[in-house]
């Protein structure tokens, strides 16, 4: 069974940092291409970054440029996004989510998603 758990959420002050880890089973994680997205209370879901299977292509949400960092290790089946300079708007429920490797890199979701963890940016 496909399985995506984040980990590494929680409330930080802004300008602070926090690294999200994405703990992928049941597929063969080196073949997918791996997102972060994001859902802030009464908003739609958005893109927040993608990483090709072989990490040469990214891609980020504009407003994330230059603040945070996706990464992913296929020897751990792990993907990671590294958060600096966190803003109030940052704040949200993170999901990672995972799609097949069928085609170039994308900013629309997956097939697999995970359960979602809560990043809160307050002071």
């Known amino acids: 069974q496909e399985q995506l758990v984040e980990s590494g959420g929680g409330v930080v002050q802004p300008g602070g940092s926090l690294t999200l880890s994405c703990a992928a089973s049941g597929f063969t994680f080196s073949s997918y291409h791996m997102a972060w997205f994001r859902q802030a209370p009464g908003k739609e879901r958005e893109f927040v970054a993608a990483?090709?299977?072989?990490?040469?292509?990214?891609r980020y949400k504009d407003s994330v440029k230059g603040r945070f960092t996706i990464s992913r290790d296929n020897a751990k089946n792990t993907v990671y996004l590294q958060m600096n300079g966190l803003k109030p708007e940052d704040t949200a429920v993170y999901y990672c989510?995972?799609?097949?490797?069928?085609?170039?890199?994308?900013?629309?979701?997956?097939?697999?998603w995970g359960q979602g963890i809560q990043i809160t940016v307050s002071s």
């Open positions: 990483i090709s299977w072989s990490s040469r292509i990214i």
């Open positions: 989510n995972a799609g097949a490797a069928l085609g170039t890199l994308s900013t629309t979701p997956g097939a697999y």
